[in-house]
């Protein structure tokens, strides 16, 4: 039966898995039940359960993680990108622009004992992300999936920025009137970072009004961690998360 459906498998707010078939939708349950019982599962043996079960076929089904997808159809070259960019929304089909398909599950495999550390860590990033919204959607305006997933993004690009897989202490520059930011030196040590920090914000003070459109200067350590440098004393800076 020519039915869409749509497998997703999350741990808490993440998205795990994907399992899209353009025919057969109806036989997710089944799927959903098998992926459950037996997770984690591999994207090889999720590709055989759903198989097996009637989800799908050769030219339709599709299993996709954060970093491995399998698919045995054709490809028309925005195929993957869409599935890509929404993969973290669980009720999404990506076979559609519209994002609608007649059967959806969701599976969550968040265990119990991880319950309260998941909801904690997911309520510090809605925090941050209600931030990030604040700055670039006008006051009255609709926020929409767009947004939010552009805001996502720009959180996932700066978390990666301010770390230093070579072990270096970095200072963020961020521009308060326009958002942009940039590396502006990586030091050997936290303490030479902090005072080069604090002192670029306090040069910068002199050409700003006020704390909104200054330039500012963070330093972080290799993990990504704030450790200084904001001389206006302020507890957001500028959409980079201590």
Known sequence: MATQGLITVKSGWKVLMKIVAGCDGDNAQKVADQLQKNWPVSVEDAYKIALEAGFGDV????????????????????????????????????????????????VDVLKEGKMLVAVGERAEELKKLAAAL??????GEAIT???VDAATKNMERVAEMVKSPEG???????????????????????????????????????????????????????????????????????GLAK
Request: one cysteine or more; glycine letters at 8%; aromatic letters at 10%.
């Open 59 to 106: 030219r339709c089904l599709v299993v996709i993680t954060d970093s491995e997808l399998k698919f045995e159809g054709e490809d028309d070259g925005e195929f993957s990108v869409r599935y890509r960019n929404t993969f973290q929304r669980p009720e999404f089909n990506p076979r559609w622009d519209l994002g609608t398909a007649d059967h959806v599950v969701v």
């Open 168 to 238: 270096k202490c970095k200072v963020i520059g961020v521009d308060k009137f326009s958002y942009e930011d940039w590396v502006e030196a990586e030091c050997g040590t936290s303490k030479e970072a902090i005072e080069l920090a604090e002192k670029l914000t306090t040069e910068a003070k002199e050409n700003a009004s006020d704390e909104s459109i200054a330039t500012v200067f963070y330093a972080y350590d290799p993990d990504g961690n704030y450790i200084g440098g904001d001389t206006w004393e302020s507890g957001e800076r500028g």
């Open 145 to 147: 999936q767009d947004m």
């Open 134 to 139: 604040n700055r670039v959607v006008p006051k």
